[in-house]
């Protein structure tokens, strides 16, 4: 199995906000990376804005775009500029301005402990009980809910490492995805379904994506996680997006 693409990938420019050193290489070394491997795409998604360890500056976005220009002609490699965006409030609000969406070509969204809420009340109420890994009935709602709302109110292309830090209810949240046109990853760190979610996501024909989440550029296109995954849970290679074909990109559509 190949993929064509590896749509979840991060460089120096998370952990911008703090200097913290997250991720490592460059845009230019991801891409070297990619074709290296033989991938024809990749996305650039650092942690969204309001992350507060890891988070991109708003500042940088521009200057990642002239970067991706430059490494496309210097590796053939196509490099859409996206973003791994922060779900903050019970409401689907997420760290995305209608400014912010319309310079990106993909935009993720996953929930990861060290993004701001909204606000306070947003902080108890949705945050917290997930930062303590709550999995109550009614913590499992709310987050599906949440999602759901994310799902309508933005261009998702990709939630990412699905019930990761936010506990889901992955049936209600497949059978929204496949009407929102929304793809739910293999993540080649945390992969959160059980074998029973799998059965009945591929049943209602979601789409997935096997993707890296590489942090160093030795790590792009390294899949194998969520491709064995696949394999294990017999997931068909017609559901997931980005074996071997170009996949179904809301966001590149829009612009």
């Keep these: 199995m190949v993929i064509f693409g590896d749509y979840h990938t991060h460089t120096r420019y998370s952990g911008g906000r703090y200097n913290v050193k997250h991720a490592t290489g460059t845009i230019l070394e991801n891409a070297m990376?990619?074709?290296?491997?033989?991938?024809?795409?990749?996305?650039?998604?650092?942690h969204g804005f309001s992350h507060k360890l890891y988070g991109v500056?708003?500042?940088?976005?521009?200057?990642?775009?002239?970067?991706?220009?430059?490494?496309?002609?210097?590796?053939?490699?196509?490099?859409?500029?996206?973003?791994?965006?922060?779900?903050?409030?019970?409401?689907?609000?997420?760290?995305?301005?209608s400014e912010d969406i319309k310079k990106l070509d993909f935009i993720i969204v996953g929930f990861h402990n060290f993004a701001k809420a909204k606000n306070l009340k947003e902080f108890f109420k949705f945050r917290l009980p997930?930062?303590?890994?709550?999995?109550?009935?009614?913590?499992?709602?709310?987050?599906?809910?949440?999602?759901?709302?994310?799902?309508?109110?933005?261009?998702?292309?990709?939630?990412?490492?699905?019930?990761?830090?936010?506990?889901?209810?992955?049936?209600?949240?497949?059978?929204?995805?496949?009407?929102?046109?929304?793809?739910?990853?293999?993540?080649?760190?945390?992969?959160?379904?059980?074998?029973?979610?799998?059965?009945?996501?591929?049943?209602?024909g979601v789409m997935f994506m096997a993707n890296s989440d590489a942090h160093s550029a030795i790590r792009v296109g390294e899949v194998n996680k969520g491709i064995n995954f696949a394999i294990k849970y017999d997931i068909p290679q017609k559901n997931i997006a980005?074996?071997?074909?170009f996949p179904y990109l809301k966001n590149l559509k829009r612009n």
């Design 57 to 97: 500056k708003r500042k940088n976005i521009d200057r990642m775009r002239k970067e991706i220009d430059d490494a496309k002609q210097k590796t053939g490699v196509d490099i859409l500029l996206g973003i791994e965006a922060n779900i903050i409030s019970s409401e689907g609000d997420v760290d995305l301005t």
């Design 130 to 204: 997930n930062m303590l890994n709550l999995k109550r009935e009614k913590d499992i709602k709310r987050n599906t809910l949440a999602l759901m709302k994310a799902m309508d109110k933005y261009p998702i292309d990709l939630i990412s490492h699905p019930g990761s830090h936010m506990s889901l209810d992955f049936e209600t949240i497949g059978k929204h995805a496949v009407n929102t046109n929304t793809h739910l990853e293999l993540n080649g760190k945390r992969i959160c379904y059980s074998k029973n979610d799998v059965k009945k996501l591929v049943q209602m």
């Design 33 to 46: 990376s990619a074709k290296e491997k033989g991938l024809k795409q990749i996305a650039i998604t650092e």
């Design 242 to 245: 980005n074996l071997e074909k």
